[in-house]
């Protein structure tokens, strides 16, 4: 187990290691001058804006820059924000960190309550109304891209009936829209599954055997049913848990809420590089570690399954 830990965390540098190689290309090769983003509409020379880039190291080569942010981070220094000169990135990150945590946790626990209760009804009452409200909501999320229910929740809910604010991290009411809209796209993916792997299990001769005992129909759901559908299932959350850090970015950017989507999407407007390539390798690490806790989650669940 623990050998599979480590090697499992020596791809996970690897993969650190190229995912920061590629950041690092993007933002060094898009167009802009750093300097000019940095001081906006401020009358200032050409020595200032050179003194800028000595400050920044925005004339250094290809190589001296990324080996530059590269041997900072081996030391544990992220730099300093462009984009706020003399604030820490590491600072800033945190500060930032807890309200996306606070909407994640929130949408993850939504979604995942709601979705496999659902997707097990509609599995077991199959062809019925619930069914294929299931099917219907399903369908509607996964096609649906969560920004535009975003935008149509704002225009409906704060612009037409004003019954909640559209932006700011100020109320509760603030956390309604975000989360409802984060919650629904991850609700859709997981009751799909879990539908789908109910009804293949409901179809397996243990569990006609657990019928044909005279269990309960609880409990043969909840003793076979569940733990059996599970290991697809707890792939899919795993896997949507890791991505969903990054599903926030855009509907942050749509609530303006005060979290590392919005933080993140002002570091690329002001080219502002090392926080870009800070932001990117904490959620690369978060895909990492999920994936990781994942496999090792499948141990616990099926006891067939072996880490090797």
């Known amino acids: 187990m623990i050998s599979y830990v480590i090697r499992r965390l ?3 540098a690897v993969v650190l290691f190229i995912v920061s190689l590629l950041t690092f290309t993007v933002m060094y090769f898009m167009p802009g001058d750093p300097a000019r983003v940095m001081v906006g509409q401020a009358r200032v020379t050409e020595e200032q804006l050179e003194a800028i880039r000595e400050r920044w190291h925005l004339n250094d080569s290809y190589p001296e820059r990324y080996w530059y942010w590269l041997s900072n981070l ?23 960190a807890g309200w996306t945590i606070r909407l994640t946790a929130l949408s993850a626990v939504i979604s995942i309550g709601l979705a496999i209760p659902l997707g ?10 619930v069914d294929y409200l299931s099917t219907l909501i399903s369908t ?17 809910f704060a612009g037409k009936l004003g019954w909640l604010p559209p932006f700011g991290a100020t109320s509760w009411k603030h956390y309604l829209m975000p989360v409802g809209v984060l919650a629904f796209g991850e609700m859709a993916g997981i009751a799909r599954l879990t539908r789908g792997a109910t009804i293949e299990v ?6 006609k055997t657990a019928h044909a005992k005279g269990l309960a129909m609880k409990v043969v759901i909840l003793r076979h049913v569940l733990r059996n559908a599970l290991l697809p299932i707890i792939t899919l959350i795993g896997y949507r848990m890791a991505f969903i ?6 509907i942050e950017t749509v609530f303006s809420w005060p979290g590392l989507g919005q933080l993140f999407y002002d570091a690329i ?7 870009v390539q800070a932001i990117v390798l904490l959620l ?3 895909v990492v570690i999920m994936n990781i806790v994942t496999d090792l989650t499948y141990g616990f669940i099926d006891p067939r399954v072996r880490l090797k």
């Open 245 to 250: 850090l990054s599903g926030t970015i855009v």
């Open 269 to 275: 407007t002001f080219k502002d590089l090392q926080l």
């Open 10 to 12: 020596l791809q996970g």
């Open 120 to 129: 097990v009804l509609a599995a077991v009452r199959r062809y019925s109304f």
């Open 202 to 207: 409901l179809s397996q001769d243990y569990i």
């Open 140 to 156: 509607l999320g996964v096609a649906i891209p969560n920004y535009f229910i975003g935008i149509i929740l704002i225009v409906v």
């Open 284 to 286: 690369t690490g978060i």
């Open 74 to 96: 081996l030391k544990g220094d992220l730099g300093t924000s462009m984009m706020m000169p003399g604030f820490p990135i590491g600072d800033l990150i945190l500060d930032r």
